[in-house]
């Protein structure tokens, strides 16, 4: 079984930055493309950005230029710096791995920008 489990959110002023790191826990697997969704309240779970094994990346036009996605294959862990941020980016985000063709997500951690 696996489990993601995110850290690093919290309250932010808009201009500030934060990042968000993810674990995958559980044994004896390999994770394809990892990634971070958001969903702010009263809207739908949108994509933040993604990252393959391989390095490749891909990015919301949202946040295109703000926010940069990594992982460390060893540890089976993603993370995501936003700079620049905004009132706007306020949601929760949740972590998201694709395990041998099974999605699996995490939690969520709640990022609020505000004053």
């Known amino acids: 079984q696996v489990q993601l489990v995110e850290s690093g959110g919290g309250l932010v002023q808009p201009g500030g930055s934060l990042t968000l790191n993810c674990a995958a826990s559980?044994?004896?697997?390999?994770?394809?493309?990892m990634g971070w969704y958001r969903q702010a309240p009263g809207k739908q779970r949108e994509l933040v950005a993604t990252?393959?094994?391989?390095?490749?990346?891909n990015y919301a036009d949202s946040v295109k230029g703000r926010a940069t996605i990594s992982r460390d294959n060893a540890k089976n862990t993603v993370y995501l710096q936003m700079n620049s941020l905004k009132p706007e980016d306020t949601a929760v985000y949740y972590c998201?791995?694709?395990?041998?063709?099974?999605?699996?997500w995490g939690k969520g951690t709640l990022v609020t920008v505000s004053l």
């Open positions: 559980g044994s004896g697997f390999s994770t394809n493309i």
């Open positions: 998201n791995a694709d395990v041998y063709s099974v999605n699996y």
């Open positions: 990252i393959t094994r391989a390095g490749r990346t």
